[in-house]
């Protein structure tokens, strides 16, 4: 059956059926007749089939409502009425995407599969969540906020408190965060739907459940499917479980007013910092303005090309400014354009900028601008960005969950009632776009004058460190819980006690069996019993090993090339991620840096630049730089004498070059260590297990940190162990800056390209079908035969020797805490069945005790294939000690048995499913170059598959009786404030303090 307009089908009527070109699909858009739910299919013919429940959920307030019950709907439903039927799903499903979202004016829940039977379950569950759920107080308590007796008084926690607290610990974050709302502070979207933590201590359970009622009814939903699973079988589903048993009711219309400014704004805000910063450093200055509304398509699209030409590269116009200006270290958080909301948001803006910098960095954007508007723009600038967007553009498809990114295109507009089709329909419009810009060199100034230079609704955000702030927020939030506690009767102590032991009833209850049986999942008979392989021929050109991989990749060739890494020293790897930022676009003798980025963009599908350290099967760390690049098949006589022209003679010692790529690394270290917390800490402590994780804790831990840092006073260090541990501080030099020591540095990089750019080094990897493929093949494998010979010996790499427990003290009123132990490794004894304890740890005990009762957003346990470690992280979590606590007593009930068969067989399923899920052509190619690298044949997976499906609860319980053993080898690393790491400092262990100055 052909579904047409007019069609009524399982209580549906079909309003509209479209031809979606650029997708090859047909958007069928459907109306539930009973209850006015809407279904939009992009039925396409991607095997990865995902839907998505959205629902407009805009805030009248900052209590973090729609954030809440993202959380709270997944917490139970009529037909699956336990405590967590989502963690289950991440434990037992085959789902390639499962997860819900909160944004500051919708919520969606999308979930996807690869397996027809295996979405429909996913399907059932959400499905029932959204329109059924129990919200029952209990589950508003654990997730929202509540109260707390201890010894000490009350306390306030909630899962969700506790991640804003974590939000809000980001300067980054909350930059970004004020630079979009405060745009509209007249509307809803001038409210956080994620909640303050201040004003989520306010909310009451009735709020909660009246916002749910208002705004979570069929009528309100939205719902969006894509992939190839026909339309009719899903539109019978959704009545049939859902829809045929409810009501719709009539909607008030919310539609968003934000009254347009007369005069541009300022505002200034604080963000938290540590209490020895300084406070006339490390500004965020932005400039912000209120753009196209998204019903304004041709203005949108068009402004997307403004922002990769102002802003796509550092050698765009607009960002090379601010970049070279001095005024800061790298570009504001919120630089660019954002069009995920009804109105877009354009924004311009440095970090790491002086007191006395700050009325420059406004001034600087609109003269900028101002200038490009007057003098035109650069043809080869405006064509490079329409090149690279195009090539990314249409290189989307096929890839993993690609789906997701047109189910949110067609949302934001649908929830405004935009026809989903019309933000589908973007190459059109591009291409459209593209014609009159050719035809009109006036276009983009026109659309710089129009949207950005007269624009009145424009806010400068100003954002200032205050040394010492948390501390102050956690005093006065404490001295109000004092106060409270102080005031309270014993009747309003009993209630939070009454409280208290409904959430631990309801965190303890073992429902685990009702789970088992209520909640559908895909028999075990049926998983793939074989690992699905990738075609790989393994041939040498012109003296040059060389890895073929002939997948279809619509026109694209990918390309890795690999050089080794092995023969330098501890001291020369600290430089690495300097040279790989500087390879990835610096000057040449011949052409300045934005212009071999431009002509990147116009000959390329971007190139980039990774350092990376691994152990092989036979336990051998290997390191390397991993050269990456992409190109049409049409453009291989281009584009590679110029790759590797630009590869041969790249300017590494730029001056001004390197000054501004230290600036952005530093800075990109200060913007992730607290928000990725959890990884700083779990690298940290791999590093004492493996040699190839302490090369890279040097290249992505904190200890590059360090490195950068002391760089960037103009220290050049001369004992490198220092840096374990902290920057290198000189007091007689203070003041000094990068360009001191630049020449000294740049001639480091110079010498360390010279040695690891020969051919002796070389491993090539090329993707992709046809002749293309084999004519990059044969000219790179040409040009890396000529390069310089170089014998060298392979340098002794060894793990890091370590305190048993480390504390990272850092400006974050949450914690991020990390175990690690040593482990099997692939192929020994209770490798496969720790890798499957690990996937029913995550979504069961250590969700349950870390997250469910200790209020952390996240947890996470792993097992490393070829790194020989076991690793527990949390994340945003406000416990410390009590967390590592609790590692050990999940450890010790793991060896016991206390996770049975029924969870052993869900841990099984989903760790299949990870293996399964769809990968990119470029992904799979990489894949297979990895394995092969590294020496994991297609005979060690399928052994470890086996050994998988064939998994017990008791081999797992006989293996983690490994880990129990091991534990006291664990090396514990936490970040966090003051009093959470002096927690740990008082365990009784060998312990390390290291304070990060951010």
């Known amino acids: 059956m052909s579904l047409s307009a007019g069609d009524r089908f399982a209580g549906f009527i079909v309003k509209s059926v479209d031809f979606i070109e650029e997708l090859s699909a047909r958007g069928i858009l459907c109306v539930h007749e009973r209850t006015g739910a809407q279904v939009y299919h992009v039925n396409t013919d991607d095997r990865e089939n995902l839907f998505c429940f959205s629902f407009k959920t805009l805030p009248d307030n900052n209590k973090g409502i729609p ?162 699973i026909a339309t009719e079988k899903q539109l019978e589903f959704l009545d049939r479980e859902f829809l045929s048993r409810m009501e719709g009711k009539e909607l008030s219309c919310e539609i968003l007013i934000q009254p347009e400014w007369s005069e541009p704004r300022r505002r200034e805000e604080f963000y938290g910092a540590d209490k020895d910063a300084e406070e006339d450093e ?67 803006g440095l970090k790491g900028v002086s007191e006395c910098d700050v009325n420059r960095v406004e001034d600087l ?118 106060k409270l506690f102080s005031s309270m009767s014993e009747k309003q102590l009993d209630e939070i006690r009454q409280d208290s032991e409904l959430v631990s009833k309801f965190q303890s209850a073992d429902d685990r069996d009702i789970a088992a049986k209520c909640i559908p999942v895909l028999e075990l008979e049926a998983l793939p019993k074989t690992v699905e392989k990738i075609e790989q021929e393994h041939i040498v050109l012109s003296g040059i090993p060389v890895y073929l991989q002939p997948i279809e990749s619509n026109g694209v060739v990918y390309v890795d090339i690999i050089f080794s890494l092995d023969a330098l020293s501890d001291k020369e790897l600290y430089f690495i991620p ?67 022209s630009y590869l041969s003679s790249a300017d590494v010692s730029d001056r001004e070059r390197l000054r501004m790529v230290l600036g952005e690394c530093r800075q990109d270290f200060v913007s992730s260590i607290v928000s990725s917390g959890n990884s700083f800490m779990t690298l940290r402590s791999e590093a004492a297990f493996s040699s190839a994780m302490a090369m890279e804790e040097r290249w992505k831990g904190v200890a590059q940190f360090f490195f950068l840092d002391t760089l960037s006073r103009g220290i050049f260090p001369k004992n490198f162990d220092e840096l374990l541990w902290s920057p290198v501080y000189e007091n ?60 060298s010996s392979p340098a002794v790499r ?45 979504s069961g005990l250590l969700w349950e005790r870390i997250r469910m009762k200790g209020g952390a957003y996240g947890a996470s346990a792993g097992i490393s294939a070829l790194e020989g470690t076991w690793s527990f992280s949390s994340y945003r979590d406000p416990n410390s ?37 769809p990968q990119s052509p470029s992904a799979r190619g990489y894949t297979a170059l990895r394995r092969a690298v590294l020496g994991i044949t297609d005979d060690m997976r399928q052994k470890h598959r086996d050994s998988v499906l064939s998994c017990s609860a008791e081999k797992v319980r006989k293996a983690a009786e490994i880990l129990v053993d091991n534990w006291q080898s664990r090396k514990i690393s936490v970040l966090g404030d003051d009093a959470r790491i002096e927690e740990i400092a008082k365990a009784g262990w060998a312990f390390k303090r290291i304070d990060i100055r951010l």
């Not at 939000?167 to 994620?194: I, K, M, T, Y």
């Not at 402004?303 to 970049?323: F, M, N, Q, W, Y």
């Not at 491993?763 to 790179?780: E, F, N």
């Open 67 to 228: 954030h809440i019950l993202e959380h709270s709907v997944l917490c139970g439903s009529e037909a699956f009425p336990v405590k967590d039927p989502f963690a289950f799903l991440m434990r037992s499903s085959l789902s390639t995407f499962l997860n819900a979202m909160t944004y500051p004016d919708r919520t969606l829940y999308p979930a996807g599969s690869v397996v027809e039977e295996d979405y429909f379950n996913l399907m059932r569950v959400y499905g029932d969540a959204v329109f059924f759920p129990l919200l029952k107080r209990e589950a508003f308590l654990q997730e929202g906020h509540r109260l707390e007796l201890s010894d000490n008084g009350l306390h306030r926690v909630g899962v969700v408190y506790n991640e804003m607290k974590g939000v809000f610990s980001d300067p980054e974050a909350l930059s970004a965060d004020l630079s979009f709302r405060g745009l509209f502070p007249d509307c809803n979207l001038g409210f956080e739907s994620g909640g303050v933590p201040e004003a989520i201590a306010d909310l009451s359970y009735q709020e909660f459940m009246d916002f749910y009622r208002k705004n979570y009814n069929p009528a309100a939903c939205k719902i969006v499917l894509y992939g190839n």
């Open 282 to 348: 490390d500004f965020i200055v932005s400039v912000n303005w209120k753009t196209a509304p998204l019903s304004d398509r041709e203005s949108v699209v068009a402004l997307e090309v403004l922002s990769e030409i102002l802003l796509g590269t550092d050698a765009a116009p607009l960002r090379k400014a601010l970049l070279e200006s001095g005024l800061g270290e790298d570009v504001a958080p919120s630089t660019g354009y954002e069009n995920e909301l009804f109105y877009s948001i354009f924004s311009a």
């Open 365 to 482: 954007v609109l003269d900028c601008l101002s200038s490009l508007a007057e003098k035109g723009i650069p043809s080869e600038n405006i064509e490079a960005a329409f090149r690279k967007m195009d090539f990314r553009y249409r290189e989307l498809y096929g890839k993993r969950n690609a789906g997701l990114v047109y189910i949110r295109r067609i949302v934001r507009g649908w929830i405004y009632d935009v026809p989903p089709a019309f933000l589908l329909d973007f190459l059109p419009v591009f291409d459209r776009i593209r014609k009159i810009a050719s035809s009109d060199s006036s276009f983009f100034p026109k659309l710089i004058k129009k949207w950005l230079l007269d624009n009145r609704h424009r806010l400068t955000l100003i954002m200032r460190p205050r040394p010492g702030m948390f501390e102050e927020e956690e005093k006065r939030e404490q001295e109000q819980l004092d």
């Open 578 to 644: 300097l040279l790989v930022d500087m390879l990835e676009g610096t000057s040449t003798p011949e052409m300045t840096y934005d212009q071999v980025a431009i002509k990147m963009d116009m000959l390329t599908g971007g190139l980039s630049v990774n350092e990376d350290a691994s152990t092989t099967v036979d336990n051998k760390t290997v390191s390397s730089i991993i050269i990456r690049v992409k190109m049409l098949e049409t453009m291989v006589d281009e584009s590679v004498p110029f790759i590797t």
């Open 732 to 791: 007689n030099i203070i003041g000094r800056d990068f360009n001191v020591i630049s020449n000294e540095v740049g001639a480091m990089l110079v010498g360390l390209k010279n040695r690891f750019m020969c051919r002796e080094n070389v491993i090539l990897s090329v993707t992709g079908k046809g002749k293309g493929a084999d004519k990059v093949a044969r000219l790179i494998s040409d040009w890396a035969s000529s390069l310089p010979s170089s014998a």
């Open 798 to 842: 060894s793990a890091l020797s370590l305190p048993l427990s480390q504390g990272f003290v850092a400006p974050s009123k949450v914690s991020y805490v990390a175990a690690v132990m040593p482990a099997p490794r692939l192929g020994d004894i209770g490798f496969s069945e720790l890798a499957v304890a690990a996937q029913a740890l995550k």
């Open 881 to 917: 000690l009590k967390t590592v606590m609790a590692y050990e007593e999940i450890l010790q009930d793991l060896a016991k048995g206390v996770v049975g068969q029924k969870e052993i067989e869900q841990a099984i399923r989903g760790l299949i499913g990870k293996e399964i899920a």
